[in-house]
């Protein structure tokens, strides 16, 4: 199994400004995921980050409004830029150790983000 | 692409009451089937998996079976208790590298 530590737990910003979640895993773990979940709807995926190389994203999500961090195998953030209203969600990190196992995967605590 | 349907919500019970929620998914092969659950303010926990077909995973009082003939994977308890009010998600996937595909997910309600 893997504890992900996510931070910070919620935040309420300003539009405008830009927010960084850090997601700390406690053991090396080569994908790492960043999902939001918007509230009452499902998760979805934002963007994959391996450690070494640059963040892969999904369809609707870009590097300049969700940078990705990935320095090493236990650590990543995110950071939502240049924030709107419409940001407002729950952003969850998750990991899936195991190398090339079929496993689950584990998640962090969440960040809830408010956009006033 | 890969995907997976659960029943749409809320799901309303009484304690006590029997519990079922459906879920079947579409997949390019076998993945492997989990079930998470969200209680309010927290993230997704594990609730149960199963890696292959026939496998049945099972834990606090809740069960699903991996069903291939029938792409199902239904998450069942014989007796909800007010504590399991959640979100309960269904996902796919596992394989090395590769994000779970969830699904919409479902919002249990238990009254005592």
């Known amino acids: 199994s893997a504890v992900i530590s996510q931070k910070p737990s919620r935040d309420i910003c300003q539009r405008g400004t830009s927010l960084t979640i850090q997601c700390q895993v406690d053991?090396?773990?080569?994908?790492m995921f960043w999902y939001r979940q918007q509230p009452g709807q499902s998760l979805t995926l934002i963007a994959t980050?391996?450690?070494?190389?640059?963040?892969?994203?999904e369809s609707g999500f870009v590097i300049d409004k969700f940078p990705i961090s990935r320095p090493n195998l236990t650590f990543s953030t995110l950071t939502v830029s240049n924030m709107s209203p419409e940001d407002s969600s729950i952003y969850l990190c998750?990991?899936?150790?195991?190398?090339?196992?079929?496993?689950?995967?584990?998640f962090g605590q969440g960040t809830r983000l408010t956009v006033v | 692409g890969d995907s997976v349907t659960q029943m749409e919500g809320p799901v309303t019970l009484s304690e006590e009451a029997f519990l079922t929620i459906n879920c079947t998914y579409t997949?390019?092969?076998?993945?492997?089937l989990f079930w998470y659950v969200q209680y309010p303010g927290e993230g997704l926990q594990l609730l149960l998996k199963?890696?292959?077909?026939?496998d049945k995973g099972s834990n606090k009082g809740f069960e699903a079976t991996y069903r291939k003939e029938t792409t199902s994977f239904h998450l069942e308890k014989g007796s909800v208790q007010v504590s399991d009010s959640a979100v309960y998600f269904c996902?796919?996937?596992?394989?090395?590298?590769?994000?779970?595909?969830f699904g919409k997910g479902t919002t249990l309600s238990v009254s005592s």
């Open positions: 998750s990991a899936t150790p195991g190398g090339g196992r079929r496993t689950e995967a584990f």
């Open positions: 053991s090396q773990v080569t994908m």
């Open positions: 980050a391996n450690q070494g190389s640059e963040a892969t994203y």
């Open positions: 997949a390019t092969g076998y993945p492997s």
């Open positions: 199963a890696t292959k077909a026939d």
């Open positions: 996902a796919s996937g596992g394989q090395a590298g590769t994000a779970l595909i």
